[in-house]
């Protein structure tokens, strides 16, 4: 069955860097488009960055410009985000998304940016 497991969140530092993980099967992956959403506490989700099939194309949320990059191995199914230059409200449940004809969702993981 489909399944997107996230992993690589935690607890972290502000100013410290992050790296999260996206492991897909079930589909194939080399053809679907992948993202990274969030959602913190009473807030709405929200899409950080997004990936095309190939890598490509890549876009960013404007309050994570210059902080995170998005990237694929389609040999691995997987997608990452790196994440620097962590802020206080970058906390939330981060979520991976892939979608072309059908749209997934993985569980999430919580991050976390605190002193």
């Known amino acids: 069955q489909v399944q997107l497991v996230e992993s690589g969140g935690g607890l972290v530092q502000p100013g410290g860097s992050l790296r999260l993980s996206c492991a897909a099967s079930?589909?194939?992956?080399?053809?679907?488009?992948m993202s990274w959403y969030r959602q913190a506490p009473g807030k709405e989700r929200e899409l950080v960055a997004s990936?095309?099939?190939?890598?490509?194309?890549?876009n960013y949320a404007d309050s994570v410009k210059g902080r995170f990059t998005i990237s694929r191995d389609n040999a691995k199914n997987t997608v990452y985000l790196q994440m620097n230059s962590l802020k206080s409200e970058d906390t939330a449940v981060y979520y991976c998304?892939?979608?072309?004809?059908?749209?997934?969702w993985g569980q999430g993981t919580l991050v976390t940016v605190s002193s």
């Open positions: 079930g589909f194939i992956f080399s053809v679907y488009a």
């Open positions: 990936i095309s099939s190939g890598g490509g194309s890549t």
């Open positions: 998304n892939a979608i072309r004809n059908r749209e997934f």
